[in-house]
């Protein structure tokens, strides 16, 4: 125990799962690791006909973000999860993998109260009283061969000393108070069931809960050149649309800061 946070207990996560009618049990537990998707990765280098299994830690200490970012998981203040799944096993296109883990952790967040919302590609925030959004957690999707390893990091005791930025959150922070275990759990029975989604199914779940779509955004692409427009819809690949000035434009991948709310 560090700081009066406990470590996580295996045995509760799988006595969470079997609640569930979930298969997705292959789940190792560390207490300290670099960063649970580098170990997936490894893993699959290793055996690369692996089925499903999930890695996760008490804390990450070179965790990853998208867009070359670090992401902070002190001892037991968070979740750091990363599951290997065969791409096959998804009923979308790859390039959307990404967005349907925002709807699986974003499905997890609501069930537990909170008002949460999507910052498109799959930033997890929290809509506050004032309607400001507050980042709870993040996902970084990685292709390796022939399986996706997503990797979720969430917030669930960080205290406001800990938090990387004041646009940052905690689940207890927000008063929410759920054990990791169970959300764990969570996340992989949701994750399970979304990689059943076609698109037709996926697009408008993904819409329901966009911080993103409707609103005026200034988008950073990778060769740091800025796009500025409304978001009007994200594509079957994924993809954000956004109407422009000098008409419509796809954004791949991108920092997106939002604006202000469009008008109607
Ligand atoms: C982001 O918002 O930039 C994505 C953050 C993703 C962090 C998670 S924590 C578990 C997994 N292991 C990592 O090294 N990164 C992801």
Redesign the pocket.
């Known amino acids: 125990m560090k700081r009066g946070r406990p470590a996580l207990d295996p045995d509760l996560i799988l006595s969470e799962l079997a609640k569930t009618s979930s298969k997705w049990l292959d789940i190792k537990v560390f207490a300290q690791v670099e960063?649970?998707?580098?170990l997936a990765v490894q893993r699959l280098s290793e055996k690369p006909s692996a089925e499903v299994f999930a890695i996760t830690a008490d804390e990450?200490i070179?965790?990853?973000?998208?867009?070359q970012?670090e992401?902070q998981?002190p001892f037991g203040a968070g979740?750091?999860?990363?599951v290997a799944v065969p791409i096959k096993l998804f009923s979308c296109e790859v390039s959307a993998i990404p967005l349907l883990v925002g709807i699986a952790a974003n499905n997890v967040l609501k069930n537990l109260g909170a008002n949460a919302k999507l910052k498109w590609p799959n930033?997890l925030m929290i809509e506050t009283d004032s309607e400001e959004l507050k980042?709870i957690?993040?996902?970084?999707v990685q292709r390796q061969s022939e399986h996706v390893v997503i990797?979720?990091?969430l917030n669930t005791d960080l205290q406001i000393d800990e938090l990387p930025t004041q646009i940052a959150t905690s689940l207890s922070l927000i008063n929410i108070d759920a054990s990791r275990e169970s959300l764990i759990a969570a996340l992989l029975v949701q994750l399970e069931a979304v990689t059943k989604l076609g698109t037709n199914e996926w697009v408008p779940l993904y819409l329901a809960v966009s911080s993103t779509v409707g609103t005026q955004v200034s988008v950073t692409r990778q060769s740091q050149s800025v796009v500025t427009g409304k978001a009007v819809n994200v594509l079957e690949s994924g993809e954000l649309l956004l109407d422009t000035e000098t008409g419509p434009i796809e954004i791949t991948s991108g920092d997106v800061l939002q604006v202000r709310p469009s008008q109607p």
């Open positions: 960063s649970t998707n580098d990450q070179k965790g990853r973000g998208r867009l970012r992401w998981s979740i750091a999860l990363s930033d980042k957690g993040g996902i970084l990797g979720i990091g």
